[in-house]
């Protein structure tokens, strides 16, 4: 049986786009994304996976619920839709060991730097780049690791380094890093932690 995907997301997308492609091409395999959830309702990645059959919904926090309920109905839903596994692909905002426990080693992330350079708590999406850009470095990356209730902290799985070049923007570094490395890393991460889990499950 394949290992069934939730994907959250909170913006546009590119690496939710990556992991379709994957799986058109036959690198994701062992998996099927079969649930897209995104906490911000204008997400263009809640297009994408429209656009290819993905289920998707809009799971926000409510002001009136506390962390732990919010992350109960993300658990909930992950249930009835029986998901083995979950890919944070952009999703901006930080779960808590309440959640990260519910799906320990079977949740991965994406991270646009080589870790343990520039992550953790307020280093994410573009942030990331003008703080690389900012320290001078000449090459960073992306980094795909699991998922524990330390920002960032999880054992890594793959990583890629991507130079920096003179004159770089951070929108131009931020690109740069998705095409050379995130979009590559991740659908091959996403297939190695859906094999183990398969063999897992059918022993
Ligand atoms: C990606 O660069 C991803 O690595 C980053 O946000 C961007 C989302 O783009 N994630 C983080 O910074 C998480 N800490 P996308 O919506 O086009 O995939």
New binding site residues.
């Given amino acids: 049986m394949l290992t069934a995907i939730a994907v959250f997301?909170?913006?546009?997308?590119?690496?939710?786009?990556?992991l379709i492609d994957a799986q058109h091409k036959g690198i994701l395999k062992s998996g099927e994304l079969r649930l897209v959830v995104s906490d911000n309702k204008d997400?263009?990645?809640l297009e994408r996976a429209r656009n290819n059959g993905i289920e998707a919904v809009v799971v926000r926090k409510k002001k009136a619920e506390t962390q732990t309920e919010y992350e109960d109905r993300l658990i909930g839903l992950l249930h009835e839709k029986k998901i083995d596994m979950v890919i944070?692909?952009?999703?901006?905002r930080i779960l808590t060991e309440h959640f990260t426990s519910a799906f320990a080693d079977r949740m991965i992330?994406?991270?646009?730097s080589l870790i343990p350079s520039f992550?953790g708590k307020g280093?994410?999406?573009?942030?990331?780049h003008e703080k690389a850009l900012e320290y001078g470095v000449k090459v960073t990356g992306?980094t795909v690791h699991y998922v524990n209730e330390i920002?960032?902290g999880g054992r890594i799985i793959l990583q890629k380094a991507v130079e920096v070049e003179e004159g770089d923007t951070p929108e131009i570094l931020?690109r740069r890093?998705?095409e050379q490395a995130?979009w590559k890393i991740?659908p091959k991460a996403a297939e190695m932690v859906a094999r183990k889990l398969r063999e897992d499950k059918e022993g």
């Fill in positions: 997301v909170s913006g546009g997308g590119t690496n939710l786009q990556a997400a263009y990645a944070l692909a952009g999703f901006m992330n994406v991270h646009p992550c280093y994410y999406g573009l942030h990331v992306a920002p960032d931020q890093v998705m995130e991740l």
